[in-house]
Nanobody
Framework: QVQLVESGGGLVQPGGSLRLSCTAS????????MSWYRQAPGKEREYIAR???????NYADSVKGRFTISRDNAKNTVYLQMNSLKPEDTAVYYC?????WGQGTLITVSS
């Protein structure tokens, strides 16, 4: 059974940083790409970043240069380092593998 468990959310001031973690189980983590998505209040879920099995990365324009996706295959974990956070980054952030999703973790960027 596939499980994706996110952690690391919380309240942060504009300009601050947070790191999200997603620990996966139930599949061969190191063999697959992983992605992060987010869903802001009243909006559709949107793609944020992807990391391939080999470590190649891709980002949405809205977060490019501020967010960094990485992975630790030994820990079956994918990370999202978020810097220079803005109020418009406020959302529930989800880890994704194919059609499997974590429970989400809320990030609130506010002073």
């Amino acid at each position: 059974q596939v499980q994706l468990v996110e952690s690391g959310g919380g309240l942060v001031q504009p300009g601050g940083s947070l790191r999200l973690s997603c620990t996966a189980s139930g599949f061969g983590f190191s063999l697959y790409a992983m992605s992060w998505y987010r869903q802001a209040p009243g909006k559709e879920r949107e793609y944020i970043a992807r990391i391939s099995s080999g470590g190649s990365t891709n980002y949405a324009d809205s977060v490019k240069g501020r967010f960094t996706i990485s992975r630790d295959n030994a820990k079956n974990t994918v990370y999202l380092q978020m810097n220079s956070l803005k109020p418009e980054d406020t959302a529930v952030y989800y880890c994704n593998w194919f059609n499997s999703w974590g429970q989400g973790t809320l990030i609130t960027v506010s002073s």
